[in-house]
């Protein structure tokens, strides 16, 4: 059976694997076709493609990018993406231009929270400075001993109503999507199972996506319970949308996720592939 595994990140963005490292540690995860999908970042795709090529894996070149939508921040995968599109790179530039002084919005919060440092040991764990973002203040929170686990960070700091929260404007859900099509890509909204927004919303969410040509969604990843996975699954078929696997992989041993170790989509769903 092919083992797929469609998001993922290295040092890139907020990944602490190097692009060879992780295609490296997915071949001994018995995985055989592998998305990287770093945020709003292309630049390891290159180094990615040539271990997978070595290695006899198929790599699927992809991004993901950050949207506000709705008064949430949600991610968009694109799949399949031309690295050398135009369009999408000016686009994904763009993104990532406010992450700086988000960042210092960050630590200026938690500072006043009695906890300084936050922003040069936040950069510590950044591979790539322009992308610079909340995994990389969980990981320096976590190495200061104020919480145990990256994972506990995102239920006590740095999200929508927490400590250390800073909102910010990312692309538009429609921006996105043109990007991602002019470079021939394939849209998987990520997760969607991690936006804490009701059933409504996200049937309005769906509806627009699909309205604005994507293609899929994320119904099994990395962060959905036993139980979300059916609920994406149905949703997928109402909205006739694909489905997309991914673990969303970081780090080895942080939040549980593993790459390639995904249960498999329910036979309901038509498969992200299936189009290839």
């Keep these: 059976m092919t083992v797929y595994d469609l998001h993922c990140h290295s040092t890139a963005s907020d990944g602490v694997l190097s692009p060879r490292a992780l295609v490296e540690r997915a071949a001994s995860m018995g995985v055989h076709v592998l998305a990287l999908t770093d945020h709003d970042e292309l630049r390891g795709l290159d180094e990615a493609w040539a271990v997978a090529d070595e290695l006899g894996i198929r790599l699927v070149r992809g991004v993901e990018i950050s949207i506000s939508w709705g008064g949430h921040t949600i991610h968009v995968v694109g799949l399949n993406v031309d690295s050398d599109d135009p369009i999408l790179a000016r686009g994904l530039a763009s993104n990532r231009g406010g992450r700086a002084e988000r960042a210092r919005r960050m630590a200026d919060e938690l500072a006043r929270l009695g906890i300084p440092g936050a922003l040069e040991g936040a950069y510590k764990f950044a591979g790539n400075q322009d992308l610079i973002g909340r995994t990389h203040f969980a990981r320096f929170l ?72 994507g293609d899929a969604i994320e119904v099994v990843t990395g962060s959905h319970t036993p139980d979300q996975v059916p609920v994406y699954a149905d949703l997928a078929v109402e909205f006739d949308l ?26 309901r769903c038509r498969p992200l592939w299936s189009a290839w």
Excluded at 177 to 187: D, F, M, N, P
Excluded at 188 to 193: M, S, W
């Design 142 to 213: 976590v190495e200061r001993g104020v919480v145990k686990d990256v994972k506990t960070v995102f239920k006590k700091f740095l999200v929508k109503g927490k400590p250390g929260y800073v909102p910010h404007q990312w692309a538009s859900l429609e921006e996105a999507l043109v990007w991602i099509r002019a470079a021939g890509g394939q849209a998987v909204l990520a997760h969607p199972g991690r936006y804490q927004m009701g059933r409504e919303k996200m049937r309005l969410l769906l509806s627009e996506f699909k309205h604005l040509g």
């Design 242 to 267: 694909m489905a997309s696997v991914g673990s969303d992989f970081h780090a080895p041993g942080e939040g549980g996720r593993e790459l390639g170790r995904l249960p498999a989509l329910p036979t």
